[in-house]
């Protein structure tokens, strides 16, 4: 792929539900894929990144088997992340999975984090700070390059003429999307509002049915669409909407659609305090709202609706922004220099 060697093994693939067979779909990738690295080429490090973390369960035990360093690449706080978004309670295997993340910290040679939040907190929990790096998301600026509305997608969506707020991402637990489906029933009122929900998760199906009983016509669910036709939809939108629950522990993150979005010029509507409302406001490029507030969502899109000139100006400043900051390519040969360190 791209001139990389990928190696696929068996893996036991369930839906995003169901605590024992999710569970068993990481096991079985973590055994598959420790089972398949003595057949590989004696590699110089071993890259595993979470979540979940029965993959860098995997990688540590390939380093140790190999005699090579091993990297943690940490993209999300797990398990904590699966309290935080009701799918399990503090119980004895939390604490048990929890004991498990801190020993492969230790056991990293190198942690690679994507927010300075996610440092401070391993390194408040003992975990050395001189070997935790910081590589944040980024967006691939020439593959997302803002331009005009695709009028025949507009056409096919039922959305010409329309102010388009789009959620595009993830369908779970932990994204809020009830708080778009009820900011769409108070805005039912205002007919050149339309919502595009644009994504897969545990929690579409149930959104999708909740939106045709509440007759929310306003409201569009997409379902998956390729990385190509997503360009399409973000295109197709006048505001992208991010959104999670009101956890402490969402705000240490920085959703990878922000960047996306602000790549395509669209001014963001944030519904997630922390890190990534800092990050909106340096950017200059969007309204933060509480988390799980109906009423603020519709205030900003209404904000936004009616004032096309602070659509341009928020859209601009966030293309500036990511060009500056968050190029993909900057942030890859970063990724690179920690690896040859």
């Known amino acids: 792929m791209d001139g990389i060697a990928v190696l696929r093994v068996w893996t036991y693939i369930t839906a995003n539900e169901g605590f024992v067979r999710r569970s068993l779909d990481y096991i079985s990738f973590m055994v598959t894929a420790t089972l398949a690295a003595p057949f590989v080429k004696r590699p110089d490090i071993i890259v595993a990144t979470s979540p979940q973390f029965f993959t860098p369960c995997a990688g540590w035990v390939v380093s140790l088997l190999r005699r090579r360093p091993f990297v943690f690449e940490l993209r999300d706080l797990w398990p904590d992340s699966i309290v935080a978004v009701g799918a399990m309670r503090e119980t004895r295997v939390i604490g048990w999975l929890r004991r498990l993340e801190y020993f492969l910290y230790r056991r990293a040679t190198r942690i690679i984090c994507v927010t300075q939040s996610f440092r401070r907190i391993l390194t408040a929990n003992g975990i050395d700070p001189e070997k935790i790096a910081v590589v ?73 049915n909740q939106a045709r009983r509440d ?127």
Request: aromatic share 6%; glycine share 10%; charged share 25%.
């Open 136 to 208: 944040p998301n980024g967006v691939d600026l020439e593959t997302y390059i803002p331009g005009p509305k695709p009028q025949d997608l507009a056409l096919r969506m039922g959305v010409e003429g329309k102010f388009v707020a789009a959620y595009v991402g993830t369908v779970g637990m932990a994204h809020g999307i009830g708080t778009l489906l009820e900011a769409a029933r108070l805005l039912q009122g205002r007919s050149d509002i339309a919502f595009v929900i644009v994504g897969t998760g545990a929690q579409q199906e149930a959104l999708a």
């Open 215 to 341: 007759g929310l016509s306003n409201v569009t669910f997409v379902g998956a669409v390729s990385k190509l036709e997503v360009r399409d939809y973000w295109r197709l939108c006048d505001a992208a909407i991010v959104l999670l629950r009101d956890s402490p522990l969402f705000r240490h993150v920085l959703p990878s659609k922000m960047f996306e979005a602000m790549g395509m010029a669209r001014p963001i509507v944030l519904g997630v305090q922390g890190e990534s409302a800092d990050l909106l406001a340096k950017a200059g490029s969007g309204i933060t709202i509480p988390p799980e507030s109906a009423s603020a969502l519709v205030d900003a899109l209404v904000l936004l609706a009616d004032d096309p000139e602070l659509v341009r100006e928020l859209g601009a400043r966030g293309r500036e922004f990511v060009q500056m900051r968050f190029d993909r390519n900057e942030l890859a040969v970063r990724m690179l220099e920690e690896f040859k360190k």
